[in-house]
């Protein structure tokens, strides 16, 4: 049993495994059905330090959290310059990553090494050799005055060697970029979707999202395969081990695209809507798909060995879907109950407390999902694009403006923590694995998945889409293929076995050269494609002026022939050479689908969930009428257009 001198009261001491037993600390505890005897082995300081007692521990902490802090603060002033003198060259989450790496390399060449923690090993036998013995959780040491609990943590990776005590003390727990930092920026892409544009393209969207992420980690995976046979014929290590389901994880985490630094220059620039849309569709869906996929290859390793499965696979499979739909599930139930509490209730009179169960059953959905053990970032998306559409509309003027600037505002900091933790973690993370032929082949493999991507499923959906994807559109999506946060905290959750490290170790490698190199030349190759810019995102396309003209000619023909006699109505006639003839109703060329999804999201759930939308008296029977009466908000009967909402005409010809 392994253990620490040095440590100061109260310290929790984590367990490793070795390769033959559990290595674990515990208590020596009077029980009534035994005792346990504590017996100590090897030589060691007979005074315990108390350097690291619990008022150090939070100086330093304290400290380390500081310097994170004038990270974020550095990389803020220079953002600041960068948008005075219209730099767009590095982006901010690439200034994250440089003073980050900065940092790191101070830290890891200048800092001091500390006293290094002595380790010892006890050994623990039971009084009377009872087998029923249960192993304690805690162990109790009283030392000169002072009483020293270790807690029981048993772990499979082993305990990370640092050189410096210092460089330990600025690893962060993966969990907290997981768990704490990535939700915010999960659910602002789903809050502040652009519902319009997005789904004018959710058949493509889709398809690039589930279909293309899934043969994306599939092309990595193969191509992979063959670049580690190559490198296992240099490897020297015996213990060491590198499969086929090992090349598709690290496929599946390196096809998490997120092209954070195109969108910002997109927005900027007012890049084509329909290019923005697609790449911000893609890589929102794409992080939930990239993530459950991640989660559903490791839970395969775990129910089989090293050749094939088909019970595991199809195990896995079903895990992949069930996951997905469950988090979906949780998430939707979360917004609706949000969207109704607010409906409901005059809790919008109190603008800080509705912004507060706002944020608190948001952050819940996560919670839940986790729990009942689905995926939290799925719910939490899902639960963003709900609350945008359905919570959003009952919430007061000033909560609107609120919660889209806390999240926007949580969005920012999480994500250039999170870049500039990177850069750190370069330097302070003490297991890295570099190999050669694996960075290399990552690399082509990275490119050519983008390319079997992008190309492929653009030519089969411009097969069926009247609003065909351009070429010079499919080279930017091409081009837009960066790795960011989610590949990151994807790959540093595991980094026990080599392999993992050299998974983390190649997919920082590729974040810094996506973000750097592709991130920087978004502005040159806007203009080396053609595409536009300084696009109204607002105004109508050319197919909804058509339609707007057309309506504009029913009025005036309607006033000069019938003397203003009333025909207003969308449906009923539009102009033709001076003719009069029957129009095509607004949404009659989409997709069956969406079509019936908007009429029975327009004249059902928005009156149910809001106070928009028409009277549900209108929609329901007339024996429901008590019902409807119920249900509807006395909002809807004053205002009763019922196509006036912002995202009314989302479904479109694609």
């Not at 053990?373 to 719910?379: A, L, M, R």
Request: with cysteine; glycine share 6%; hydrophobic share 45%.
């Amino acid at each position: 049993v392994n253990y620490r001198k040095n440590l100061g009261p109260k310290t929790n001491l984590k367990v490793e495994k070795s390769s033959n037993h559990v290595l674990f600390v515990f208590c020596i505890k009077q029980v009534n059905k035994s005792c346990f005897t504590l017996s100590t082995k090897g030589k060691h300081k007979e005074n315990l330090t108390t350097m690291t007692s619990a008022e150090e521990k939070h100086k330093t902490d304290s400290a380390n959290l500081l310097l994170f802090i004038a990270l974020l603060m550095l990389t803020i002033f220079t953002i600041w310059i960068f948008k005075h003198k219209r730099i767009r060259f590095l982006h901010e989450t690439g200034l994250a990553i440089v003073y980050g790496l900065i940092i790191g390399a101070i830290i890891k060449y200048t800092s001091v090494g500390g006293v290094v923690p002595h380790r010892g090993n006890v050994t623990c036998s039971t009084s009377g050799g009872d087998p029923q013995s249960a192993v304690p959780s805690f162990v109790n040491i009283p030392f000169n005055h002072s009483s020293y609990v270790y807690t029981l943590q048993i772990s499979d990776c082993p305990r990370s060697e640092f050189t410096d005590r210092e460089l330990q003390k600025m690893t962060f727990d993966p969990e907290l970029f997981f768990n704490i930092l990535l939700p915010p920026i999960i659910f602002h892409a789903g809050y502040s979707l652009k519902k319009r544009h997005f789904f004018r393209n959710i058949g493509s969207i889709l398809t690039f999202a589930f279909i293309g992420t899934v043969l994306s980690a599939l092309v990595i995976g193969s191509i992979m395969f063959g670049f580690v046979s190559w490198m296992m014929v240099y490897n020297t290590d015996p213990s060491f081990s590198f499969g086929y389901v090992d090349c598709l994880l690290f496929g599946a985490i390196v096809s998490a695209t997120d092209p954070v630094t195109m969108l910002a220059v997109f927005k900027e620039l007012k890049v084509d809507v329909n290019l923005d849309a697609l790449l911000f569709g893609e890589s929102v869906l794409n992080d939930a798909v990239a993530i459950v996929l991640v989660s559903s290859i490791q839970k395969y390793q775990t129910a089989t060995s090293s050749s094939f499965s088909s019970g595991a696979f199809f195990s896995a499979l079903g895990s992949f879907i069930g996951v997905f739909l469950g988090s979906f599930a949780i998430g939707a139930l979360s917004a609706v109950i949000t969207a109704c509490m607010f409906k409901f209730t005059k809790i919008c009179h109190f603008p800080v407390l509705e912004t507060s169960i706002f944020f608190l059953m948001s952050w819940a959905s996560f919670l839940l999902a986790e729990a009942v053990g689905f995926t939290g970032i799925v719910s939490v998306l899902f639960c963003g694009v709900l609350q945008a559409h359905y919570t959003y509309n009952n919430l007061s003027t000033e909560s609107k403006a609120r919660t889209k600037e806390l999240f926007e505002l949580l969005n920012f900091l999480a994500e250039n923590f999170i870049f500039g933790y990177m850069g750190v973690a370069m330097f302070t993370f003490s297991h890295h694995q570099f190999n050669a032929i694996f960075i290399f082949g990552a690399f082509v493999a990275v490119m050519i998945s983008r390319a079997c991507n992008v190309y492929p499923l653009s030519f089969l959906l411009n097969l069926g889409r009247r609003r065909k994807i351009p070429f010079n559109i499919q080279h930017m999506m091409m081009f837009a293929g960066l790795r960011g946060a989610i590949a990151f905290t994807l790959a540093i959750r595991n980094t026990c076995t080599k392999g993992k490290q050299m998974i983390f170790s190649t997919t920082l490698l590729i974040v810094f050269f996506t973000v750097w190199i592709l991130g920087g030349g978004t502005t040159q190759m806007l203009t080396w494609l053609k595409i536009k810019v300084g696009v109204d995102p607002d105004a109508p396309t050319q197919t909804e002026q058509t339609n707007i003209d057309n309506q504009n000619n029913v009025s005036i023909y309607c006033d000069v022939v019938y003397c203003n006699c009333f025909c207003n109505f969308i449906n009923l006639k539009t102009v033709s050479d001076g003719q009069v003839s029957v129009a095509q109703p607004k949404y009659a060329d989409s997709a069956w689908m969406f079509k019936n999804w908007y009429k029975f999201d327009q004249f059902y759930l928005k009156p149910i969930l809001t106070h928009a939308g028409p009277p549900l008296s209108t929609s329901l029977p007339s024996c429901c009428t008590p019902l409807a009466n119920c249900l509807t908000s006395p909002h809807a009967y004053a205002v009763k257009n019922i196509d006036n909402d912002s995202d009314a005409d989302f479904i479109l010809n694609d």
